[in-house]
Structures are given as structure tokens and as C-alpha cells.
Antibody, heavy 118, light 111 residues
Framework: EVQLVESGEGLVQPGGSLRLSCAASGFTFSSYAMHWVRQAPGKGLEYVSIISSAGGTTFYADSVKGRFTVSRDNSKNMLYLQMGSLRADDMALYYC???????????WGQGTLVTVSS | QSALTQPASVSGSPGQSITISCTGT?????????VSWYQQHPGKAPKLIIYDVTNRPSGVSNRFSGSKSGNTASLTISGLQAEDEADYYC???????????FGGGTKLTVL
């Protein structure tokens, strides 16, 4: 069974940093690209970042480019999102998600909450 | 990269059919057959219901179907049921540097 479990939830001040983690199990992690997607309270889904299966290629939404860095450790089946220069509009539930055998997301975690407030 | 355009809300009665549109550009929806649809119930993670415009994952009801014409993709739900009440999002590959874009979401109300 595919499982994606996010962690790193926290309250951070504007301008601060936070690292999210996602533990993957139930599939060959190193064979799949992975996504981070966020959802602000009461709002829609917003794409954040994609990382290729080997980790050598990354993409970012314009809203986070230069502030967030996605990475992965295939030896540990872990996905990460390092977030910096956090702003109020970064406050959201952050989902880790697996890309299927094509351009779609086939599995989602349950999300981890990031709160940005002074 | 702008979000794909979806209607904010749609509604229908049990047994009826509804269609949700997802409009993009030739750089995303219109240029590639990589449109997917997701269903999200309150407090739950999204669930994939359509991928590659028309394909249903195993276990998804055949009451859900997808199509595309030009820069607009559509999700049709036939034989509406109370459990279909949820938010629906489209997503697409984009040739822009971001590589992925979601629609703004559509709230489906079953009357």
C-alpha cells in the first residue's frame, strides 16, 4: 500500500524558515517523481514544486521560486521541502504527492500544516 | 503561470449529469493530453479520478468521464449521487518553466 506521511508542521514568524519532510513507503520511491502541493485554509490547490525520480531535475511555482528548495534522499525514501523567507501567504496545508506514470498525481499524503504568523 | 479557469460552483439533482469545465491555453490544456481531475471531500486529501484527459484509475466509478476540445477540458459526472458533493480540481502539464498548473477548483453541490 502506498503511504506518504508528511511531517515538520510548525508555526514560524514571517521571514523565517522551515523544513518539511515526507516519508514514502509501499512503492519503489526512486522510480517516481514527487510533488509538493499546498492548500491555504478555505482555498484551492496550489502547485509548489516537482522533483524528478533521481532528484536531478526540479521545478517550482513562480510564487516560491528562489525561496523554497525541494530535495530527496532515495536511500531513505524521503522527500523534503526547505522553505525560506516565509510570508503570510505561504500559510497552508502542504501535501506530499506521488506523480504517476505520466503527468498526473496518483497518491497524496494527508498534509502538514505550516502557519506563518508573528 | 496563471491557474486554469474553472467555474466556482456547479449544482445538480440526484440522477442528473453535470459538466465542469477547465480552460487553459495552448501551452497547457490545449497543447497536451495531460489533463487530470481530482476530487476532494472536506478535510480529506484529493483523490485522482481522471488522468490523461479521459482515463479512469482502477476503482473510480464509470460515472466520471473526461474530455477535451481545444483549450478546454471537461469533467462529466453522470447519475449524480449525494457522495459526489465535493470540490473538483483540474490539473495539467504546462510547457512553461513551472511544468504544472492546477485549476481554481469547482464546488459541486448535489441538491
Amino acid at each position: 500500500e502506498v503511504q506518504l506521511v508528511e511531517s515538520g508542521e510548525g508555526l514560524v514568524q514571517p521571514g523565517g524558515s522551515l523544513r518539511l519532510s515526507c516519508a514514502a513507503s509501499g512503492f519503489t520511491f526512486s522510480s517516481y517523481a514527487m510533488h509538493w502541493v499546498r492548500q491555504a485554509p478555505g482555498k484551492g490547490l496550489e502547485y509548489v514544486s516537482i522533483i524528478s525520480s533521481a532528484g536531478g531535475t526540479t521545478f517550482y511555482a513562480d510564487s516560491v521560486k528562489g525561496r523554497f528548495t525541494v530535495s530527496r534522499d532515495n536511500s531513505k525514501n524521503m522527500l523534503y521541502l526547505q522553505m525560506g523567507s516565509l510570508r503570510a501567504d505561504d500559510m497552508a496545508l502542504y501535501y506530499c504527492a506521488r506523480e504517476g506514470r505520466g503527468w498526473y498525481i496518483d497518491y497524496w499524503g494527508q498534509g502538514t500544516l505550516v502557519t506563518v504568523s508573528s | 503561470q496563471s491557474a486554469l479557469t474553472q467555474p466556482a460552483s456547479v449544482s445538480g439533482s440526484p440522477g442528473q449529469s453535470i459538466t465542469i469545465s477547465c480552460t487553459g491555453t495552448s501551452s497547457d490544456v490545449g497543447g497536451y493530453n495531460y489533463v487530470s481531475w481530482y476530487q476532494q471531500h472536506p478535510g480529506k486529501a484529493p483523490k485522482l479520478i481522471i488522468y490523461d484527459v479521459t482515463n479512469r484509475p482502477s476503482g473510480v466509478s464509470n460515472r466520471f468521464s473526461g474530455s477535451k476540445s481545444g483549450n478546454t477540458a471537461s469533467l462529466t459526472i453522470s447519475g449524480l449521487q449525494a457522495e459526489d458533493e465535493a470540490d473538483y480540481y483540474c490539473g495539467s502539464y504546462t510547457s512553461s518553466s513551472t511544468r504544472w498548473v492546477f485549476g481554481g477548483g469547482t464546488k459541486l453541490t448535489v441538491l
